[in-house]
């Protein structure tokens, strides 16, 4: 498995339309490997295939329970709201308030291409929410409140 480049806000294909995966290949077990690489390595929550620049629809999470691989997700209920910060490995050292729901149910397929559904409250629901959005085209800086603010990395006081 490999870490692969993320592609940052001004790249067109992260407003792309991403595409149904129709069955599960070799190429795409790769993939969704890499996709879990890079994301770990970036220290992100979610990453969708659009980041690394495949338009196909499959996003990886793992908000510190573990790793969550989904194939075609469909928000299927959301309910609430919450307001916080939020983040995005393609536009790296910033961050913005958004308002979300604060609970989210998706129906996806998992890597073995069976139906599963994974509901969320807070940060998971934001992550199940943000990812999906790549998906459509859809960026978190159209969502944001107030504008971008900067964000001091790890080891920067
Ligand atoms: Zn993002």
């Not at 792309?16 to 879990?36: A, F, H, N, S, Y």
């Not at 499959?58 to 928000?75: A, C, F, H, M, Y």
Request: proline share 3%; hydrophobic share 40%.
């Amino acid at each position: 498995m490999a870490v692969r480049k993320i592609r940052e806000l001004g790249d067109e294909i992260l407003r792309k339309q991403c595409k149904e995966v129709p069955k599960m290949t070799l190429r795409t077990k790769m993939l969704i490997g890499d996709m879990l690489d890079t994301m770990y390595d970036a220290m992100g929550v979610g990453l969708a295939a659009s980041q690394v620049g495949i338009l196909k629809r499959i996003v990886t999470i793992d908000v510190g329970d573990g790793p969550i691989v989904l194939i075609n997700p469909e928000v299927i209920e959301t309910s609430g709201e919450q307001t916080g910060e939020e983040g995005c490995l393609s536009v790296p050292g910033k961050a913005g308030v958004v308002t979300r729901p604060s609970y989210a149910k998706v129906r996806a397929l998992n890597e073995n291409m069976e139906e599963i559904e994974v509901e969320g409250e807070g940060l998971l629901a934001r992550a199940l929410l943000h990812e999906i959005d790549h998906l459509d085209g859809k960026v978190y800086v159209d969502l944001v409140e107030g504008g971008l603010h900067d964000v001091k990395k790890e080891g920067e006081e």
